[in-house]
């Protein structure tokens, strides 16, 4: 069984730099010891935090009272047919980088997005026109509910943007391995984001050589800030910190009264998707906006940020409620966080 510690601060294992101390500690480095831990954890009633990479984690100034559980089993397996199975402490973008130089299609506009491979099945992580789900076949957990293992389909996932069956039930299952079926190519699939192909130098649509992709991919989140580099305050933050909101056909026809002819992309169902970055702008909130220790980060308005480190998660909270609120008082359109809270919320 791993080591239990106690009192470590959760701040320096967030990207936020956000965080008091954990009741206690557990590094579990292998598939068996993160199974062993929880369930001992919850024979006792200790209450459990997953952790990963802590890029998608906003956690209190109090800390986490309970036992944390950072999962760092490794292992990749790679079958000749492209199926590319991953334990979940596997460094997402090492993966990624892996399989474009192995020529493996699927992933290579995940680029540069921070993380374990066992986070991004809970909020079906996705950048640049892909996202997991698209290749995600099979996700082995394990389910507090029944204490049982489960190696679960992509269709019992529930994935949809940003959000998945993982994100209905928080905490229930844990994921131990994430099978992505990847396609055997040079390749890329077809470039489906407008800022990429501009980038690229391609129509919609064109496939590109897979290092292509990559390094356009790394390039334009570097000039957002969206790649973690300690020389960059910028990029001290839990990436985008709001979704964009998704309104029915009601919510559109009020905002375009409010804001006619405002950005937006239509959906399937006949929903509309709103940049969240047009509102907050537009509602009087700049790239840099600055509120005591935290701002909004310099290149890109759906982060907040902690430049020097040394702000509490209250602090960004205070900003957070001020930039909801805004647009809420301007455009009637509620922003949600898409971080995952800890002992704190955007609601008070
Ligand atoms: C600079 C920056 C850029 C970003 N860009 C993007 C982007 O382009 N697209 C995007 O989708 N996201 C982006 N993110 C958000 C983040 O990187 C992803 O959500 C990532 O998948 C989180 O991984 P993590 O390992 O850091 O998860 P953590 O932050 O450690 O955890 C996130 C949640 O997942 C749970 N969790 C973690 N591991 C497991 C597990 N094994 N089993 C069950 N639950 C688990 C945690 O309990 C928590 O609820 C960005 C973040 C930053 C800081």
Redesign the pocket.
Known sequence: MADRLAGVRLAPYT?LRMGGPAGAFVEARSESEIVETVAEADRDGEPV?????????VVSDEGFDGLVVR?ASTGVEITGDGRVTVQ?GED?DALVARCVAEELAGVECLSG????V???P??N???YGQDVSQTITGVRVYDRMTGEIADLTAAQCGFAY?HSAFKEDPGR???LAVTYALTRSGLSGPIAYKELAARLGVKIGDRVPLDQAREAVLALRRGKG?V?DPLDPD?R????FFTNPVLDAAAAADLELRAPGYPRWDMPDGAVKVPAAWLIENAGFPKGYEKGRVRISTKHTLALTNPTGEAGAAELMALAREVRDGVREKFGVTLVNEP?MVGIALDR
Do not use: D, E, K
């Not at 935090?49 to 984690?57: K, R």
């Open positions: 990207t935090l997953i952790l990963g990479g802590g890029s998608n984690l999962a979940a997402w997005i921070p993380g374990l066992g986070s991004t809970i909020q992580v996705g950048a940003r299952h844990v994921v969206m973690l990029t933050s839990a990436g985008s995952v």
